[in-house]
């Protein structure tokens, strides 16, 4: 035997089968060692309260005090779900069926054996079998403990993500709107998002999918506007090995990937309508239409999808079908404009500063109420994303204090709406900016500008005489996407 240390705990009120369990464990003493002895179930409960170091219990099915068997099981499980019980008991005696083993089983129990036949005076009935049971229940608690750690660890990492991500607001809007989220993460149906560009519709998704019971699952999130047409297909749904030219090797698809997890597919309006039956096909069946495939691809994914077009006038266009139309929007939630979000407004401000200026170690500025009125005031057709690079602006201008007249600039409110205008622009001699400098700034702003002009990312793109997936592309590197 290993030098491993196994700590037992006996619960028997017979002197006679206390002594045997001593005398078989004994020559593993070194190994097996038996850290109290009690002779009921109130005594055990307490030994085990105080002391969390017991690893196996060997106990009697019927002793004294009352508390005895299934019930003794679950007290004792819900002290530690880790500790493993091997049930010594005459009961096993004339069983001729397994309903008793079932009790034991499902109350807790990892073994039981016989006490019989009694005239074994000296060692527990197949003592070889009886050592064994004892070393694999404890190698069971390790994987138990050791699974239970990783879960800890993975809850913790999801906190992290969710606590880097809220739903910020306190407004009763915004709190329906975040107990509609809880409310519909329990659920796996799949949920449909609509709402102006800008409010945060990957924001609700990522929630939704880490508060599910799919949390420890993968999320993919997918911009159906930023693939290419030709090539959205086998992104999603992957392909086999020589399905075409250039096919060497097979190729998951981003529902394979999402597996057992949630996927999330934004812009599903730009969605191409020759691909839209197959996707229809994935969520009545759970069958991949694959490239090439030759025998069925099954996947198990919740689908949350997201669009700022209106989705019924596509289905009465006949651009979207009907029938995969139900099919998302079995759940529904409509992000929520800054337009009927007032009261976060501040709220939103304070959050973005302190998290925009932890990244650029700077300190945030003080808002005064009479530039905060200004904020408030603000139409926001940007949303949530035009209020983030607005955020940006001030943090850039490293003041200490934002008032109204700084908060007129950033929001571009001293020439019309429709000028492009940012104060990181304006040029002066004490503060001569480098020119790559001067154009990531210009290119950033015109972008995000082209964005609160535009219904969509792809509309936004097709003003700039971009390929989506080029755009989409750009504005990452621009910091105007997650």
Known sequence: MSERKINILIIEDEEFDVNRIKNTLHPYRKNIVIVQIVSNGKDALECLNKNRECDVIIMDYQISGGLIGESLLHAIKKIDNTIQIIVITKMTLNQTDI??????????????????????????????????TITNAYERR????????????????IKTILSARPLIGDSP????????????????????????????????????????????????????????????????????????TGAKEEKKGLFEQANLGTIFLDEIGELPHSLQAKLLRVLESGELDKIGRKKKYQVDVRVISATNQDIKEMVKGRTFREDLYYRLNILRIRSL????????????????????????????PKITKQAMDEFINFGWPGNVRQLKNVIQRILALRTKEVDRSIAHDVLGLIKNHD???????????????????????????????????????????RKLGLAPPNFHRMCKELGLKD
């Not at 009790?103 to 527990?124: H, M, N, R, S, V």
């Not at 329906?176 to 924001?203: F, P, Q």
């Not at 925009?356 to 700077?362: C, E, P, Q, V, Y």
């Open 99 to 132: 309903y008793f083993a079932n009790q034991l089983l499902e109350a807790g129990a990892y073994w039981f054996g016989t006490k019989y036949p009694a005239d074994i005076e000296e060692y527990i009935y197949q003592p070889t079998d009886f050592i064994l």
């Open 142 to 157: 390790k994987l138990e403990q050791q699974h239970l750690l990783s879960q800890e660890k993975l809850e913790s990492n």
């Open 173 to 244: 809007a915004l709190n329906e709107l975040r107990e509609l989220v809880d409310r519909y993460a329990e659920s796996n149906a799949n949920v449909l998002i609509t709402g102006e560009s800008g409010t945060g519709k990957e924001l609700i998704a990522m929630n939704l999918h880490y508060k599910s019971s799919r949390r420890f699952e993968p999320f993919v999130t997918v911009n159906c506007a930023a693939i290419p047409k030709d090539l959205i297909e086998s992104e999603l749904f992957g392909f086999v090995k020589g399905a075409f």
């Open 337 to 364: 404009p800054l337009s009927e979000l007032k009261q976060d407004i501040p709220n939103l401000i304070h959050y973005h500063l302190h998290y925009f200026g932890k990244d650029l170690s700077i300190v945030p």
């Open 419 to 461: 000028t492009i205008h940012d104060s990181l622009m304006q040029f002066s001699n004490e503060d001569l900016l480098p020119l790559k400098e001067v154009e990531y700034t210009f290119r950033k702003n015109y972008v995000a500008y082209v964005r609160e002009k535009s219904s969509t990312d792809a509309e936004a793109a």
